[in-house]
């Protein structure tokens, strides 16, 4: 298995910034792909955004321009670096990696944007 640890959720105010990590720990593994989900309350889970083996990158529609996934290979790490910030990007953020044998979720982190 491949554990997933995601950090850098909080509140914020409307318009402002934050930048949410995914570190990866295992193995026995390679990662061919990962990425980020969110789940606003009452709502189901969705897909933000991908980065790939090769490091190309989509994301959902909701959230292009304002939303950046990196990837860090040395500390086995990305990164959802958020602009802009809504009232409607409030969720539980999730990281989620593809490997050789299957797919592994991070227990997620709380973004809050409130005034």
């Known amino acids: 298995q491949v554990q997933l640890v995601e950090s850098g959720g909080g509140l914020v105010q409307p318009g402002g910034s934050l930048r949410l990590s995914c570190a990866a720990s295992?193995?026995?593994?390679?990662?061919?792909?990962m990425g980020w989900y969110r789940q606003p309350p009452g709502k189901e889970r969705e897909w933000v955004g991908t980065?790939?083996?090769?490091?190309?990158?989509n994301y959902a529609d909701s959230v292009k321009g304002r939303f950046t996934i990196s990837r860090d290979n040395t500390k086995n790490t990305i990164y959802l670096q958020i602009h802009s910030l809504k009232p409607e990007d409030t969720a539980v953020y999730y990281c989620?990696?593809?490997?050789?044998?299957?797919?592994?979720w991070g227990q997620g982190t709380q973004v809050t944007v409130s005034s």
């Open positions: 989620r990696a593809w490997v050789s044998f299957g797919a592994s």
């Open positions: 295992g193995s026995r593994f390679i990662i061919n792909a």
């Open positions: 980065i790939s083996g090769s490091n190309t990158t």
